[in-house]
């Protein structure tokens, strides 16, 4: 079986692939100090509480915070006695192309979500990723990831706000009733809420248009339904894009 591992810079995805589906996916805080001895007793204790039994042969990695990986490696080589896959690495060869300045690095997400939109959607996308980060990845006709756009995330900017404006409070994002707050709550989620619908419609509007060509937009990431219910943003939505395209990678590197 195929450990599948997607850490960002919030949370930590483990998923367990049997060949044929998903079977398990379990996900936890990103933390830097946290060892390969505390990730492998969470997770085993996670697979017995919920009776999951699997017998992971190989594991592959996408992290966007290189201090974490190496103890993902350590867990991946101590504990299941496999070397990991990490995409981005020069030993992990990608089914896609990347087409971008030279020098430039490319989070390993971006491309692992080119890989899975390219597979189920085809060319000619625009992947929206709510993170940390919101970012636009832009998939040619290909599958070549070409570019993208990279915004402040939803949840980050509602921090910035409480953290650096002394009077106001820590809100939870939702959509609002009214666009015009009468209290300070309703006028921040007012702010972001409809700040972003507009900041997504008008950046998927300028790459189509720059593009040239028909365009389909993919969301993922757990905020892409509440903007989805608001307006007809998306085309679709993957809530496991990127461990989708883990696996296509691992098969990949398997050919």
């Given at each position: 079986m195929l450990l599948t591992i997607d850490c960002g810079n919030t949370n930590t995805v483990f998923s367990i692939w049997d060949g044929t589906a998903f079977i398990a996916t379990w996900r936890t805080a990103t933390e830097h100090q946290r060892t390969a001895d505390q990730y492998?007793?969470?997770?085993s204790s996670l697979m017995?509480?919920?009776g999951v039994k699997a017998d992971i042969k190989d594991v592959i990695i996408s992290s966007t915070v290189?201090?974490?990986v190496f103890n993902l490696r350590v867990l991946a080589d101590r504990y299941f006695n496999t070397r990991p896959l990490v995409v981005g690495k020069p030993d992990c060869h990608l089914p896609i192309d990347v087409r971008v300045d030279a020098g430039t690095s490319v989070g390993p997400d971006r491309l692992v979500n080119t890989v899975a939109g390219h597979d189920l959607f085809g060319g000619n996308l625009i992947?929206?990723?709510f993170g940390t980060a919101t970012t636009f990845d832009v998939v040619d006709a290909d599958g070549a990831y070409i570019?993208?756009?990279i915004a402040p995330g939803v949840n980050l900017s509602l921090q910035a706000l409480h953290q650096q404006a002394a009077a106001l409070p820590h809100v939870?994002?939702?959509k609002p009733q009214v666009v015009i707050g009468t209290n300070t709550v309703v006028c921040m989620q007012s702010g972001v809420f409809w700040g972003y619908v507009g900041l997504i419609k008008e950046i998927c509007a300028?790459?189509?248009a720059e593009h040239g060509k028909e365009m389909k937009v993919i969301s993922t990431g757990g905020l892409a339904p509440l903007f989805q219910g608001a307006e007809k943003l998306f085309d679709a939505f993957e809530?496991?894009?990127?461990?989708?395209?883990?696996r296509l990678i691992h098969d990949h590197n398997q050919e």
């Amino acid at each position: 079986m195929l450990l599948t591992i997607d850490c960002g810079n919030t949370n930590t995805v483990f998923s367990i692939w049997d060949g044929t589906a998903f079977i398990a996916t379990w996900r936890t805080a990103t933390e830097h100090q946290r060892t390969a001895d505390q990730y492998f007793v969470w997770l085993s204790s996670l697979m017995n509480l919920q009776g999951v039994k699997a017998d992971i042969k190989d594991v592959i990695i996408s992290s966007t915070v290189p201090r974490v990986v190496f103890n993902l490696r350590v867990l991946a080589d101590r504990y299941f006695n496999t070397r990991p896959l990490v995409v981005g690495k020069p030993d992990c060869h990608l089914p896609i192309d990347v087409r971008v300045d030279a020098g430039t690095s490319v989070g390993p997400d971006r491309l692992v979500n080119t890989v899975a939109g390219h597979d189920l959607f085809g060319g000619n996308l625009i992947i929206v990723d709510f993170g940390t980060a919101t970012t636009f990845d832009v998939v040619d006709a290909d599958g070549a990831y070409i570019g993208g756009v990279i915004a402040p995330g939803v949840n980050l900017s509602l921090q910035a706000l409480h953290q650096q404006a002394a009077a106001l409070p820590h809100v939870d994002i939702a959509k609002p009733q009214v666009v015009i707050g009468t209290n300070t709550v309703v006028c921040m989620q007012s702010g972001v809420f409809w700040g972003y619908v507009g900041l997504i419609k008008e950046i998927c509007a300028r790459i189509r248009a720059e593009h040239g060509k028909e365009m389909k937009v993919i969301s993922t990431g757990g905020l892409a339904p509440l903007f989805q219910g608001a307006e007809k943003l998306f085309d679709a939505f993957e809530d496991d894009l990127t461990m989708h395209g883990l696996r296509l990678i691992h098969d990949h590197n398997q050919e």
